[in-house]
């Protein structure tokens, strides 16, 4: 498409976004790029992960069709077991539905889901 260079950020509603981009900042090791009340960015100096509060945000239910995942990020990892730990150490959940083996689906504190994969 004429005139778009790249994709600037994924963006991710949530209820509080300094929170929710310290959790995936120590997830993926990234660092805070920008930080404000209402907005917080980090990167890996090339990739752009954004959170913005939405007042009346409501977390996906999947796989509930009323509130669907709507995105999910899949984050390549060598070790499910050790990848697993840490996400939940740092205060994600292991979703109750599994549908697949090489990959473990977990909500990250704002309810998104997101898979860790091999």
Do not use: N
Request: charged fraction near 25%; hydrophobic fraction near 40%.
């Amino acid at each position: 498409m004429a005139g778009i260079a790249r994709i600037e950020a994924m963006v991710l509603d949530c209820p509080d976004p300094k929170a929710l981009a310290g959790f995936y900042s120590a997830l993926l090791g990234w660092e805070v790029t920008h930080e404000s009340d209402d907005w917080v960015t980090i990167s890996d100096g090339g990739l752009i992960l954004g959170f913005q509060r939405v007042a009346d945000y409501r977390p996906p239910a999947w796989p509930d069709p009323e509130r669907p995942q709507q995105c999910h990020l899949d984050l390549a990892v060598d070790d499910l077991d050790q990848a697993e730990a840490e996400a939940v150490a740092l205060g994600a959940v292991k979703h109750e539905h599994q549908p697949g083996k090489g990959y473990r689906v977990f909500l990250d504190p704002a309810g998104h889901p997101f898979c860790l994969c091999t």
